[in-house]
């Protein structure tokens, strides 16, 4: 009977090679004869067998080596079974944009008679105070044209600052910028709903009302985002885009509860959100990626910076130190809005200057590092944005941005690792150091400028700078300077506090498997078309 040939004959491997080779020789040593094998061919035997063993050992190693790679490696962008991350994401926020349709539909419409928001025609005569126009058409221009300038420039620091900020990690550009686009459009919408919502509770809770659209509307929905992407930044590489959208949800009704309380309960003023913006969204981010952590993230080889990618997240540097002044003061009004724009400007320059010098100082090497430059030079605006309309002088301005350069770097070299090290706290863009640390010295600085203010303030009553210490004629409660520092305090420890237990809880939720966790951090290539090749 005549065998079938095998379809696929198995192949040798360098082992059988190697011990065919051995037998050949052995079988030549012996000669034709068959006798003894010549005595100088044993030692050519036994070193054949050597390799043989040798060749053994290396073909293990790389069949282990194969095995750890496949069983450990985070470059896995496909998944085994089912949609790709991306369709997973798809379809829950299909969903949600339609309930943003019926929502919108049902709890918001533009005010009849213009104005910039809640208090009526601001800032309209462009003389520095507020001034009366007739209710219609012409009020509704007016206060359109007042407020868009300063709500694009906030604009362009969310989708352009925050964007290309983020953008330092060598392989995770596009997640980097695109993410930042998305959860800012979804932030947008949903904080329209959830500012409006808290903004009722704070009006006796007449649900029946509807949300009035404006100017200032989104101004404020602008802010909300920015907490959200502080919050990013916290996770950035670490989570994916469906995650990111139920962390903002999240993060947007926490947000609403803690303005209420602080702003509106404890009547602190905050005009640069030191408190309710950044230091809300870093201990917010902070405490959600505490919770989410993966271990893995710690000494990641992708969680790290080329070139290239730290000259792209410079452009979103620049572009958040100059447009920063209408950060603080886009909800300002007459004087205070002059202020605020000057004091920030005054904050930032003395910041720069502080984080280049404290850069090289502290450094290893006594060379700049580029994380300091991209992040530590913005800390002044941040820490001068609750003391920014009030009672300060331009030297108060410079010395708290040069205090802010030197904590914010002293953050990133030394805290941060600190931190990571000792509490497992992976921090991807440090923005305890840009954010939380500097929102912490702004509260702080506010409450010792309310502390120290009199009765009169730049030819004024007090009360147009804290409406709380105008008396109870004027609209007020008559609250004493000291009584305002302690309100000023208690909204910053409350905002720390509610911000990193609902970050906790947070990162609680979205790390369950329900939320598919990525597993390659630090990466595009689960989420994006040819991500992998394009980020190298």
């Not at 989708?159 to 910028?177: A, C, E, N």
């Not at 009547?267 to 405490?287: N, T, W």
């Not at 009672?391 to 030394?414: C, D, E, F, H, N």
């Not at 009169?456 to 004493?480: D, L, N």
Request: hydrophobic share 45%; charged share 15%.
């Amino acid at each position: 009977m005549q065998l079938a040939p095998l379809e696929n004959p198995p192949q040798p491997t360098l082992v059988d090679d190697a011990a065919g080779d051995a037998g050949d020789a052995a079988g030549d040593a012996g000669g034709d004869a068959g006798g003894p094998p010549a005595p100088a061919a044993k030692p050519q035997a036994e070193e054949l067998q050597s390799l043989v063993a040798e060749v053994a050992q290396l073909e293990e190693a790389i069949r282990q080596r194969k095995t750890k790679t496949n069983s450990e490696s985070d470059e896995v962008v496909v998944e085994e079974a089912g949609q790709p991350r991306s369709f997973q994401f798809a379809a829950p926020v299909l969903a949600l944009q339609a309930l943003f349709i019926m929502l919108l539909m049902m709890a918001v419409e533009y005010k009849n008679t213009g104005g910039g928001g809640s208090d009526g025609h601001r800032r309209l005569g462009g003389g520095g105070g507020v001034s009366e126009e007739p209710s219609g058409e012409q009020s509704v221009v007016g206060a359109y044209l007042d407020l868009y300038p300063w709500f694009q420039d906030v604009h362009t620091m969310i989708f352009i600052g925050f964007g290309f900020l983020m953008l330092f990690l060598q392989r995770h550009g596009f997640s980097s910028v695109g993410f930042n686009f998305m959860i800012s459009a979804v932030t947008i919408q949903a904080s329209i709903l959830t500012n409006g919502f808290w903004h009722m509770v704070a009006e006796g809770g007449d649900f029946g009302k509807k949300i009035e659209m404006s100017s200032e509307t989104l101004i404020k929905a602008d802010f909300a985002c920015g907490a959200v992407l502080i919050t990013f930044g916290a996770v950035l590489g670490k989570v994916n885009p469906l995650q990111l959208v139920a962390i903002a949800l999240f993060e947007l009704m926490v947000y609403g509860l803690n303005e209420w309380i602080g702003a509106i309960e404890l009547g602190a003023v905050d005009m640069g959100g030191s408190i309710f913006v950044h230091s809300f969204g870093a201990y917010f981010g902070l405490g959600c990626a505490l919770m989410l952590g993966p271990m893995k993230a710690f000494g990641h080889k992708h969680n790290s910076s080329t070139k290239n990618s730290d000259m792209f997240a410079m452009i979103g540097t620049v572009f958040l130190w100059m447009f920063w002044p209408s950060f603080n003061g886009a909800l300002a009004s007459g004087d205070q809005q002059h202020r605020v724009a000057i004091n920030t400007v005054l904050s930032l320059c003395a910041c720069c200057v502080s984080a280049f010098a404290c850069s090289a100082m502290f450094r290893h090497g006594k060379k700049f590092d580029m994380v300091d430059i991209q992040n530590a030079t913005l800390a002044g605006g941040v820490a001068v944005g609750s003391s920014a309309d009030l009672v300060i002088q331009p030297a108060g301005a410079i010395g708290i941005g040069t205090v802010a350069g030197l904590v914010s770097v002293l953050g990133y070299v030394y805290l941060q690792p600190w931190l990571e090290q000792n509490y497992r706290l992976h921090d991807t863009c440090g923005v305890n150091n840009l954010h939380g640390m500097p929102g912490i010295l702004g509260g702080v600085g506010g409450a010792i400028s309310s502390g120290l203010a009199g009765n009169m303030a730049y030819g004024q009553s007090i009360g147009a700078v804290f409406p709380e210490r105008a008396s109870v004629a004027e609209g007020g409660s008559g609250r004493t300077a000291a009584r305002q520092a302690e309100m000023q305090l208690a909204a910053l420890m409350i905002t720390v506090m509610l911000a990193f237990l609902g970050g906790s809880a947070t990162g609680y939720i979205v790390k369950k498997p329900f939320f598919n966790p990525p597993k390659a951090l630090f990466n595009d290539a689960e989420n994006w078309e040819d991500g992998d090749e394009k980020c190298e």
